[in-house]
């Protein structure tokens, strides 16, 4: 089994920073895709950045030069690091990975597939 755990959420003022973290614990072989999202109060949850293996990160628009996404594979660990929050910033936010899982099959053999996991999530409040 697998396990995301999220923190470094809590009240911050207009124009403050947090950094969220994201640890992966349990049995995978790698992490590939890793994500944010959040979730406001009436809203569906979105997302707010994204980076794939090896790749490049993305970012909604309303974060776009606010935000940024980063990961260490070593500690299985991603982070957002959030810089200028503003009120439309609260929410729930959530940790979204795809992990490469090792499997055996019936004949003994390696085989590798790929399931993706949601971390709890953790409350980000921007207020004065």
């Known amino acids: 089994q697998v396990h995301l755990a999220e923190s470094g959420g809590g009240l911050v003022p207009p124009g403050g920073s947090l950094r969220l973290s994201c640890t992966a614990s349990?049995?995978?072989?790698?992490?590939?895709?890793v994500a944010w999202y959040r979730r406001s109060a009436g809203n569906q949850r979105e997302l707010v950045a994204s980076?794939?293996?090896?790749?490049?990160?993305t970012y909604a628009d309303s974060v776009q030069g606010r935000f940024s996404i980063s990961r260490n594979n070593d500690e299985n660990a991603v982070y957002l690091q959030m810089s200028d929050l503003k009120p439309e910033d609260t929410g729930d936010y959530y940790c979204?990975?795809?992990?490469?899982?090792?499997?055996?099959?019936?004949?003994?053999?390696?085989?590798?597939?790929?399931?993706?996991?949601w971390g709890q999530g953790t409350q980000v409040t921007v207020s004065s």
């Open positions: 349990g049995r995978f072989f790698a992490m590939n895709g």
């Open positions: 979204n990975v795809d992990f490469v899982l090792q499997t055996y099959d019936d004949d003994g053999l390696l085989r590798y597939s790929v399931s993706n996991y």
């Open positions: 980076l794939p293996f090896g790749g490049t990160e």
